[in-house]
């Protein structure tokens, strides 16, 4: 399934897109799309059965603002440098264990909500990554098939870095990730069972259209099912949580000087095979 929502920031309704491109409205279903639904097996049978039925009301799609397609994320872990080629172009080793570093629950925006580059800002980035939304409570999880049944599905994300503020500023990454509006997800979460293999998707992006980042999953150096299975040793993973896997090479930041970051009035597209398409404008903060 294709489960998404609609709607005003903070007032989004939950939605499904049917398979023939239609956009059904879900909230006679379930209240929202969020950890306490991809957790409840009875209220995705009841979806899956009125998406089958096909008698859900169908909602307008033009004009309609798609929202991010979970809702009230708990927390948004990331993992760093987890691509063959994006660790070679930034100079770096590939690492021995996955990094990582979190997110703020408040930087998730919709796909084609403005992102602002933030004030004093000279080195802002864009990052195509394939995010894992968690549908089970995972602790300390010991195997591969383990950790993969216990995501809920799969989702576009656009991890928006701050270079100078990530690495010149002193201090962990945390600086450069956490500014307002540098989560773009969506605009689909796409059930687990519609993904048979997250390690064959191909993600792309482009700025002003000239495509910049054009990667496979395949070039994951930790692929899914170890990210989420390393990522339970040392914490609690619940239902909602999203887990963003890395970035192809492509960045601004392993381009030739002068490297070419964005700045307002840049649009940034990107996609992932099968999990839709984001497009974003940005503008000064």
Known sequence: MKLLRVGTAG???????????????????VADIDGAVLA??????????AAEAGDLPVLPADGLRVG???????KVVCIGLNYHDHAAETGAEPPAEPVVFFKAADTVVGPDDTVLVPRRSVKTDWEVELAVVIGRTARYLESHEEALAHVAGYAVA????????????????????????????????????EVPDPQ?????????????????????????????RYVSQFMTLYPGD????GTPAGVA??????????????VVELEIEGLGRQRQELKDA
């Open 253 to 266: 930041m392993g381009q030739p000087e002068p490297k070419p970051y964005l700045r307002a009035g840049d």
């Open 11 to 29: 007032a989004e309704r939950p939605a499904l897109l049917d398979a023939e491109g239609a956009l059904r409205d879900l909230s006679g279903v």
């Open 40 to 49: 409840d097996a009875e209220a995705l049978g009841r979806i899956r059965a």
């Open 158 to 193: 656009h991890d928006v870095s701050e270079r100078e503020f990530q690495i010149e500023r002193g201090g962990t990454w945390d600086k450069g990730k956490n500014c307002e509006t540098f989560n773009p997800l969506g605009p689909w979460l796409v059930t687990a069972d």
């Open 242 to 245: 999203v887990i963003n896997t």
């Open 200 to 228: 064959a998707l191909a993600l792309r992006l482009w700025v002003n259209g000239e495509l910049k980042q054009d990667g496979s999953t395949a070039d994951q150096i930790f692929p899914v099912a170890e990210v989420v």
């Open 68 to 74: 991010p397609p979970v809702g009230r994320v708990g």
